[in-house]
């Protein structure tokens, strides 16, 4: 490069694939857009940039720092930095417009302005589902949520060959009413919850001794353990093992326990009918953030510990509440696309799960042939749309040359429209596999193609 | 709205659309990406941010100033403005991992923060595609790009009843071997193609008498007129009209015009395959941005004037040369998606081209059949993906209440899952249009619907 040129090198921290990269990631956007799709969800599209004000409403510190903020004119904007606060002022600005439970995805970029590493990145797409209504929301959505996720994850998997992964599940319900039993509020609870959420992260002496500094109070801290063994068992329910019930006879009047108990037993027996190994119950899986009221999941990648939670969401209650009078409450979950598929297909891990570029090449011959050639490309590529991809190659250059322009592109078939052809209306269809070759009427051709990408 | 809550109106300029007009927006856009894919575009994807340095060393001044600009860290940043600069860096970044010629489509959001008025946005989709490739690039790739974006916009014109449209087709080489030919360069020259290219919104005589004002020169004023009349005439060719012959005898020593008037000759030939009414050679077209050099087009609807162009595009030879010493040439051309749908969609125009929102809706009656309902409606999203949307309510509300949700998602289905339906083993399905239902068990549920959805 000369010295007075541009660098053209993307910003750091910013993904940018080549075309057979883009193909693949875009095949896995599809795939959970067919998933969401199909799910019942909906889609909604908000722009990328919103009043700094939207967005800073429930921004916490070091989220805030992230943020790309600017002025243009009078305005102070900010570019989103998830698509959850977006959704909860969509919601709030159109809610007289929209149907509840509202079931929206969302699958998009967000900006985070962090300090670039491998799997963080500054520009990164998020794939989201919520359901939201007002007052009143089932439980039975948090299972539509988590089932949902679980099935796009499952065929993401398949297709990937990913292996399997699990769903941690937990219900925040449980430690707040846990807590409260023990008059342990602000920043002590803030601190145990803290621990709890690294549990998995660190080892169980650094737990043990940890827990201990934060709680002071040995018989809580014996608790909190014990009822981590919190278990479902099929046919019984979620429960305390036996041996602890009488260290656990404050639950029968502790409602708030109780009801995140019974909201965990309902959404493990209803995600049984879908697989029995799973959804775990976790009761370490409590989420950073403090929007979630109830429950709570993270997904892991049995063979990519490296990834952390792949997946996470849970159940919210007071999103709106810095938009709107009216109590809007929900449940939502969230695919790291980039994070996830980024690394993997730049390292190669997923490859050769899309199709080649080109499907179909049309090649003239020599100059006298194009603008027959020309019509046979326009035929094929309407006749064939949404079932293979034509292209057509002008180069005044040997067959051979075009021949490697057609590998190159991954074209299954090439059609050659030489001299000859144009005399007889029969052209060449070469299977760039097999080798076999056919010469065909134009008809005729885009049925055989027909057959051969309609499966 | 309370007093103290923040205001969740999209700022001004930008779009944000409901639920059933988003999906109708989605529809077009998957249209058009279907046709750019099905004729052999690739897609790429690159950052909303780049380095101001990258986007301002084309950008004229008005573009300039439009620009959401801003610093992060050390790093002055702009959101693009087009998508065609961005590919710019992107191909000369790439240069060696791609294979030319490089035929791409990019749909995505650029930012302008323009006056806000009807159908200006701040934020909008572009749709675009682009061939480019080293030292030289067939003009049968112009044919490429005006036809591809002909048949986009014919399958766009007949789902929205939008009518017929025109494509007007001229080549810069021609007006500038032209002016070269009589010396006439720099501002004249400027303000000459700025005055042509101004010739349809303006009358007739306006124009005579602004033309006649910047020409300065009765002979090049008559023969700029006479230039307007080139035609093509099928089977012969593009030609001046014989009566104009002995003014234009300079004609047979001027390469470029000569040239400009065989590529448009070629572009014209070959269109014609396609219709023979909808391609007009049209010299007033030149675009207003400099970096064109052959062919230009744009496209008018004949019912819908108010929108001016609404695909335009056209050849460029430089536009990569602040970021490599490689000469690559291209061409390209772009729909303004927003631009022309989200007003027809807002107006109520173009409406009812997309289902509802969803297509099956799986009613509980009673929340002792959550769970069954819960595995039904997992199998027909798992078993229906791609197919239809299939979606369920969990709401403790009368059975009225919950068909009239039916109806605002559009249902065309619902699968009612009562205790008798649960006993027997069979659920029933209702048609919403023809009221008719039947009682199935789950797997002939799902053929039945595979039969309904799959044209």
């Known amino acids: 490069m000369s010295k007075n040129k541009i660098n053209t090198k993307v910003l750091s921290g910013f993904v940018e694939l080549l075309p057979q990269q883009q193909l693949t990631f875009d095949t896995i956007k599809n795939i959970v857009e067919a998933s969401y799709r199909s799910s019942g969800y909906v889609a909604i599209d908000t722009p990328v940039i919103e009043k700094s004000e939207i967005l800073f409403a429930k921004a916490g510190g070091d989220t805030e720092k992230q943020v790309y903020r600017f002025s243009k004119g009078d305005n102070d904007l900010s570019l989103r930095f998830d698509l959850t606060v977006p959704f909860a002022r969509y919601v709030s600005e159109h809610y007289n417009d929209l149907f509840f439970p509202f079931k929206r995805y969302h699958i998009a970029k967000v900006y985070r302005g962090e300090r670039a590493q491998k799997g963080r990145y500054r520009e990164f797409y998020q794939a989201d589902i919520d359901v939201v209504a007002e007052n009143e929301l089932s439980v039975m959505y948090d299972v539509d949520i988590i089932s949902t996720i679980a099935s796009t994850i499952e065929n993401l998997s ?120 799973k959804f775990i119950i976790d009761l370490s899986i409590v989420r950073g953030l403090d929007y979630y009221t109830g429950t709570v999941f993270e997904t892991f990648l049995d063979n990519h ?38 690394p993997l297909i730049e390292d190669g891990v997923v490859t050769n799960i899309a199709p080649g570029l080109v499907d179909v090449l049309v090649i003239p011959q020599n100059e006298n042939c194009y603008l027959i050639a020309t019509e046979i490309k326009n035929k094929l590529s309407e006749g064939l749309v949404n079932i293979c991809k034509t292209s057509i190659i002008y180069e005044n250059k040997k067959f051979k040359k075009l021949m490697e322009y057609a590998n190159k592109v991954g074209a299954k078939f090439v059609v050659i429209v030489g001299d000859d052809e144009v005399k007889n209306n029969a052209f060449t269809l070469k299977n760039m596999q097999s080798g076999e070759q056919v010469a065909l009427p134009i008809n005729d051709m885009l049925n055989e193609l027909k057959k051969n990408f309609n499966r």
């Open 305 to 342: 510990p490296e990834f952390g939670s792949v997946s996470s969401g849970g159940r919210y209650e007071n999103l709106c509440d810095n938009y709107t009078d009216k109590k809007i409450c929900g449940v939502g979950g969230s695919i790291g696309l980039s994070r996830l598929f980024v």
């Open 158 to 277: 398949k297709l990937c060959n990913l292996g399997n992964f699990k769903m941690k599940i937990s219900n925040r319900k449980i430690w707040d009413g846990f807590f409260d039993e023990f008059s342990i509020s602000g920043e002590q609870k803030a601190s145990i919850m803290n621990i709890i959420d690294k549990k998995a992260k660190i080892t169980p002496e650094v737990f043990d001794a940890e827990l201990s500094e934060r709680v002071k109070n040995s018989n809580v801290e014996r608790l909190i353990k014990e009822l981590f063994e919190l278990e479902f068992i099929p046919n019984i329910g979620v429960s305390i093992p036996e041996k602890y019930h009488s260290d656990f006879s404050f639950l029968s009047a502790n409602e708030k326990m109780k009801s995140g108990i019974r909201e965990l037993e309902t959404v493990i027996k209803s995600l049984q009918t879908i697989a029995t190994d």
